[in-house]
């Protein structure tokens, strides 16, 4: 095996893999932020439920800006690549439930990008 190979050989640890933009701007900001819209105690809420579930193939990682900041709290899941707009816990909760234990798409928290 050539050294560039090695870096093919690592092993996959997730099942689904979920990024949460922590990017946080002044509220008077003319981008908005993530962070702005309540992000951090949602993606605390999902750490924390992951862990105490113990949904070890769920990978949670925080993340900086996604460019659509006015539309946040944003949450991106691969390996579906579906970008999220969580604004509730319970919204976290049913994230949890739905997509990542019973493997569906929470429709109604999809954001839809219009071209
Ligand atoms: S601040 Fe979250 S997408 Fe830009």
Redesign the pocket.
């Known amino acids: 095996m050539a050294d560039d190979d090695a870096a093919l050989e690592i092993p996959q640890l997730y099942k689904y893999h979920a990024f949460g933009?922590?990017?946080?701007?002044p509220p008077s900001h003319p981008?908005?932020?993530?962070?702005a819209l309540g992000?951090q105690p949602l993606w605390e809420r999902l750490a924390k439920t992951l862990e105490t579930q113990r949904l070890a193939e769920v990978g949670f990682t925080a993340a900086?800006?996604?460019?659509?900041?006015s539309?946040?709290?944003?949450l991106v899941v691969y390996p579906e690549g579906i970008w999220y707009r969580p604004t509730t816990a319970a919204d976290i909760d049913e994230i949890v439930e739905q997509h990542f234990k019973q493997g569906k798409r929470v429709d109604r928290l999809v954001m839809v990008l219009q071209r």
């Open positions: 933009c922590m990017t946080q701007r981008r908005g932020s993530c962070g992000a900086g800006c996604f460019g659509f900041c539309a946040g709290p944003l």
